[in-house]
């Protein structure tokens, strides 16, 4: 597991983000005191280190950050992302989306996870009177009592418990502590994807997310992702290849099985198959799986309990939202929380009502978006491709579904016919309870 953050300061509540975590209040103390929250961060893993491959924040999760104030620290080892271009073997472009459609100041972010890692605990780390970091810890069970919520696991191999004030479980798609009467869909999907870390790819346009597309059984992707904070002059790209998922193990084993993936890429994108063959070629790649779930939940929050991140709502790749949406979760629980102050003490009932008028319409929105495009990217049916071709070329021809298509990309929509404001996210307090929403 690893964490999910509020902090206070100068008497506001922010989000630091989620990368796989469970978090709660400081034990003995009011969840929300006087001036300031006391957060405890269990992190399954000893410590952090730089483990993952890339990902793309959108305009939604770079307004998050720059409500923190740390988006000028991300864009110092990130690459700036000015859209994406998905391309058939044919070189016509299904998907030509880029931001500035959308707004002429946007762009995305594609960052190591790392590198995501390191940029939000640098910022959690200028609290260290309010963050309280605890490593080595598998949290086994809660149990939610009328005055807080007490926590069960092991540190270190060894039992402890401890109570709070209240819980986030933000503990990735698998969670086990997610409040199970809450999940209306929790299952994997049959299709995943393998990536890999390599040198920057300058053959292709380095501000462009790449894509590769022959029906839906075939995606390749390039994913500009800038520098880790152990080598920044070293830039970096995101290697991504779809494949179902009983095949992931078997990727690459052998070297014929290279050879004949990289002619087969070879005999539809020469240029990049000619790219991919001088990083890779002659050398030992280390490739990561990446699994997918589609979990769905009636609520993300009641009591003293709430939940964030791929745990409440985990969904496919498809339109690059999983980080994004945990940063928008984060943002919309500060926001929630300074909200629903009373004194000393939090009105939990407040709390949650003004969180899900936040996240709910967005998060379902996002959900079933991913959840319709995914069969047209990653499936075996044999007319899926065929109709993604003909609509998206169809779509793309007209100036209005153009702009959607980037605003939707942007992770900014709240519905098919309203969309959030970057600024009102980004700003550093909330001025009011009012969901943050305009139409279109």
């Known amino acids: 597991m690893l964490l999910r953050i509020e902090y206070r300061n100068n008497n506001e509540i922010n989000p630091l983000c989620d990368c796989r975590c469970r978090n709660s209040g400081n034990r003995k103390r009011n969840f929300i005191g006087e001036k300031n929250i006391q957060v405890t961060l269990f992190e399954k893993v000893t410590e952090l280190e730089p483990v993952g491959a890339g990902l793309l924040l959108q305009p939604a999760g770079l307004a998050v950050f720059e409500h923190l104030g740390i988006l000028d620290h991300a864009l110092t080892l990130g690459a700036q992302v000015k859209g994406l271009e ?160 009983p095949m992931l193990e078997h990727f690459l084993r052998r070297e014929v099985d290279r050879e004949q993936w990289l002619d087969h890429i070879g005999s539809k994108w020469p240029e990049t198959a000619t790219w991919l063959r001088s990083v890779i070629d002659g050398c030992s790649q280390q490739w990561l799986s990446a699994n997918y779930r589609d979990v769905v939940m009636s609520k993300m929050g009641e009591g003293r309990v709430g939940v964030i991140g791929d745990a409440a709502h985990a969904m496919s790749p498809q339109l690059g939202q999983g980080a994004n949406m945990a940063l928008l979760d984060a943002w919309a629980l500060s926001q929630s929380i300074q909200t629903s102050r009373q004194g000393e003490s939090l009105d939990w009932s407040k709390l949650w009502q003004t969180y899900h008028q936040h996240r709910k319409s967005s998060t379902q929105f996002y959900q079933f978006l991913s959840r319709l495009l995914t069969p047209l990217y990653q499936s075996d049916h044999w007319w899926t491709g065929g109709l993604r071709d003909l609509s998206f070329g169809w779509m793309y021809q007209i100036p209005y579904f153009r702009k959607e298509m980037a605003l939707t990309v942007s992770g900014l929509k709240s519905g098919m016919f309203s969309q959030m404001q970057y600024d009102d996210i980004a700003k550093p307090h909330i001025q009011n309870n009012t969901f943050i929403q305009s139409n279109i």
């Open 86 to 245: 998905g391309r058939l073997p044919n070189q016509q472009l299904l998907v030509n989306s880029h931001y500035q459609q959308a707004h002429p100041s946007f762009y995305g972010l594609g960052i190591h996870r790392a590198t995501l890692c390191h940029v939000l605990e640098s910022k959690a780390k200028e609290y260290t009177d309010l963050i309280q970091w605890e490593m080595n810890v598998e949290i086994s069970h809660y149990l939610e009592q009328p005055n807080g919520v007490q926590i069960f696991g092991t540190q270190a191999g060894l039992k402890f418990d401890a109570h709070f004030d209240g819980i986030i479980i933000a503990n990735g798609s698998r969670s086990s502590l997610r409040p199970a009467s809450w999940v209306k869909v929790d299952q994997a999907y049959p299709w995943g994807a393998k990536w890999t870390i390599v040198p920057e790819c300058l053959s292709l346009d380095p501000e462009i997310l790449h894509q590769f597309h022959e029906k839906s059984q075939l995606m390749l992707g390039i994913l500009p992702t800038g520098a880790v904070p152990s080598a920044p002059h070293q830039r970096l790209s995101s290697v991504f290849w779809s494949m179902p998922t």
